[in-house]
């Protein structure tokens, strides 16, 4: 198993800009969620799914879209890339069944994506 | 106030030594309580679930204490390796997996 891969693992975009950063899972889980971190505030949760057509939004969802087209692939997109936007991106995912997380145990990170907005 | 606070530290300990690591949460009605650790540019790692009993993996030991709303990682027997951000991590609302992290404690271990 692969497990959770994100890409691209770094990317420099102009404000305004747009762009996709990509996560899959191979692990059959049906949660699966996006961070960001950036220094001194700790990981924030953006929006999350627990389900293929299903999202909800997290803490600091502005600026972000996602969409669950499949069980694997959890798409996070900047639909017009800011300077505050700048940040490390991580996804996320767990086993989720009867409306809640199964096991924190099995929750796993990417390895993320560096994103700077100039 | 944040809802999940931590000293960042950093801590520098020698090899050997005992640190603990405490984290204090706000929100009362939080039932699931975390440590993560995260090496240097790379993603966060569970390290243990806290139960409201305490529990020990090794040579680490979690505990809770719900009516002053803290956390801690006590760490025994400090080795190179444990250099690394803990994050002390509670979930907003049970089960649901919305996990609201901690800035993260940084350990440095020293020879």
């Known amino acids: 198993n692969a497990g959770v891969t994100q890409t691209p693992k770094f990317q420099v975009l102009k404000t305004g800009q747009s762009m996709t950063l990509q996560c899959a899972q191979d692990?059959?889980?049906?949660?699966m969620s996006w961070y960001r971190q950036d220094p001194g505030m700790g990981l924030r949760l953006i929006h999350y799914?627990?389900?293929?057509?299903?999202?909800d939004q997290g803490e600091v969802p502005n600026g972000y879209n996602v969409s669950r087209s499949t069980t694997e692939d959890f798409p996070l997109r900047l639909l017009s890339a800011a300077p505050s936007q700048t940040s490390v991106y991580f996804c996320?995912?767990?086993?989720?069944?009867?409306?809640?997380?199964?096991?924190?145990?099995?929750?796993?990170f990417g390895p993320g994506t560096r994103l700077t907005v100039l | 106030r944040k809802e999940v606070e931590q000293d960042p530290g950093p801590f520098n300990v020698p090899e050997g030594a005992t640190v603990a690591f405490n984290c204090t949460y706000s929100?009362?009605?939080?039932?699931?309580f975390f440590w993560y650790r995260q090496d240097c540019r790379k993603e966060p790692k569970l390290l243990m679930s806290?139960?409201?009993s305490g529990n020990e993996d090794g040579r680490f030991t979690a505990q809770l204490n719900r009516a002053s709303q803290y956390i801690s990682l006590l760490i025994r027997d400090s080795k190179l390796s444990d250099s690394a951000t803990y994050l002390c991590?509670?979930?907003?609302?049970?089960?649901?997996?919305?996990?609201?992290f901690g800035q993260g404690t940084t350990l440095q271990v020293k020879p």
């Open positions: 806290v139960y409201s």
């Open positions: 996320a995912s767990s086993p989720w069944t009867s409306g809640r997380i199964v096991s924190y145990n099995e929750q796993f």
């Open positions: 799914s627990v389900g293929a057509g299903i999202t």
């Open positions: 929100n009362s009605a939080s039932q699931s």
């Open positions: 991590v509670v979930e907003r609302v049970s089960n649901t997996g919305k996990l609201i």
């Open positions: 692990m059959n889980h049906e949660y």
